[in-house]
């Protein structure tokens, strides 16, 4: 069980309301919030001005934080103090989002293509992973790739939540409705729910709770089901209104979305994919075309236990959902250098890759072909394999890999009685 903060210490929250504080405790409050620690973090806080206990830190703490604090959701007291960080990572977001793509590169480019089909991927394996999919990276991108059947529940979750991507990004400017709600949530858990007819369908009871699936404890009672209709009203006007009276930055107005569906858990099941979703499609709508890259799914599956504390600390500490938005920014930070990570990465593969176009008449895309395979020796590609890669004609892919069987740089095999396969060529 996580501890409840302590109780506020009045004299000590007017003294901080006052500024009759000492002055070292600013930087230590400053750097508690830059991070938006719980009291779990803060009690242990040492090195602390004369007299200055880490309950009455606390205080102090909290007073800081209902300065200029939002109230993001009045109906279940639900508030957000943005922190200096918070504006700065959200300024670093929209300098590093809008000029990624910008130093000669071709908006339609085969290696942004790839690039957006192989994220996509990974957002729907990591997202169905992290609500229980079991099944490798490797089986799941192949499945995909090849548009294979799924064979078991966690395939078909993944299969969904690729089916849901794709079309919030080919419908990122319509508006959220009761209707698209219900659609999206459909998608995402067609043929993987205990009852079938629970899919795009609202909770119709108040059976539904959010236990910790180690120790077995409630985290969260979601409101009545009979508050849905109501919840969704706020969510799509929430979504779809541009001019509020009160700006919210786009990214963390996202990020709130995300924890509106959580919060509310409308669905007998599969609310955390739906919110997901939710936050990627407003993302989209917003013009952040970036995110079409990123895998944020699996910076928060790798990270699962922190995602569901800042879900655990928002509630202990009377809906301060702060936590919560500081923790998907740093999830937001991470993906971004993984991202960056991985370009770089792919560029130096292309440097490679150039190594084989001088040895002979062979174009990039076979360059990158033999590269790949000397990496992975063991791979086996076929036609459509090259075809998806590049985004090229099936004719293209199999001509480009004949020339390759031709120059002795692969060898062609049979997988089965229709379709062939390549691998790299043995040396002798």
């Known amino acids: 069980m996580i501890e409840y903060p302590p109780k506020i ?13 000492d002055e070292r405790i600013y930087p230590i409050i400053n750097q508690i919030n830059d991070d938006y620690e719980y009291w779990d973090k803060v009690k242990y806080k040492n090195h ?5 206990s880490p309950k ?5 703490v909290k007073a800081s934080r209902q300065q200029d604090r939002l109230n ?7 508030k957000l103090f943005v922190t200096n960080k918070m504006q700065r990572l959200c300024h670093d977001f929209d300098m590093k989002f809008g000029s990624f793509w910008e130093a000669g590169n071709n908006s339609q480019s085969s290696e942004k293509k790839y690039y957006l089909s192989s994220s996509l991927m990974e957002e729907a394996i990591y997202s169905s992973k992290m609500e ?19 064979q078991n529940k966690a395939q078909q979750m993944i299969v969904n939540n690729y089916t849901t991507i794709q079309y919030i990004v080919e419908h990122k ?5 009761e209707e698209g709600l219900l659609y999206i949530h459909r998608l995402m858990t067609e043929k993987t729910l205990d009852n079938p007819e629970d899919a795009g369908c609202f909770r119709t009871n108040n059976n539904v709770v959010v236990a910790n699936m180690i120790e077995g404890d409630i985290v969260h009672t979601p409101p009545a089901f009979e508050e849905i209709p109501e919840f969704v009203t706020t969510l799509c006007d929430f979504f779809n209104n541009d001019n509020p009276r009160t700006f919210i930055h786009p990214i963390i107005k996202g990020i709130i979305i995300h924890f509106m569906v959580a919060y509310m858990h409308p669905f007998a099941d599969g609310n955390g994919r739906t919110a997901r979703a939710l936050f990627y499609w407003y993302m989209l709508k917003e013009n952040y075309k970036l995110m079409e890259y990123m895998s944020i799914s699996r910076v928060i599956a790798k990270s699962k236990i922190s995602y569901e504390k800042s879900f655990r600390y928002t509630e202990n500490d009377g809906n301060d959902m702060g936590y919560f938005v500081a923790y998907n920014l740093r999830a ?3 993906s971004f250098q993984q991202l960056r990570d991985y370009i770089q990465r792919k560029q130096r593969e292309k440097k490679a890759a150039a190594v084989f176009m001088m040895t002979g008449n062979i174009n990039q895309r076979q360059a990158l072909v033999l590269q790949r395979l000397t990496e992975e020796p063991d791979t086996i590609l076929t036609v459509k394999d090259v075809q998806e890669q590049f985004s090229v004609s099936s004719m293209t892919a199999r001509k480009d890999l004949s020339d390759l069987v031709q120059q002795g740089y692969l060898t062609e095999i049979a997988i089965n009685k229709v379709t062939r396969g390549y691998i790299k060529k043995q040396e002798e």
């Open 132 to 150: 229980g999919a079991s099944t490798t990276r490797i089986v799941a991108k192949e499945m995909l790739r090849k548009k294979k059947t799924p």
């Open 48 to 52: 602390l001005p004369k007299g200055v």
């Open 72 to 78: 993001v959701w009045n109906k279940y007291g639900i």
């Open 9 to 21: 210490n009045d004299d000590a929250y007017l003294k901080y309301i006052m500024g009759s504080v």
């Open 56 to 60: 009455i830190l606390w205080t102090y």
């Open 332 to 334: 937001l930070e991470i």
């Open 173 to 177: 400017n319509v508006p959220l409705t």
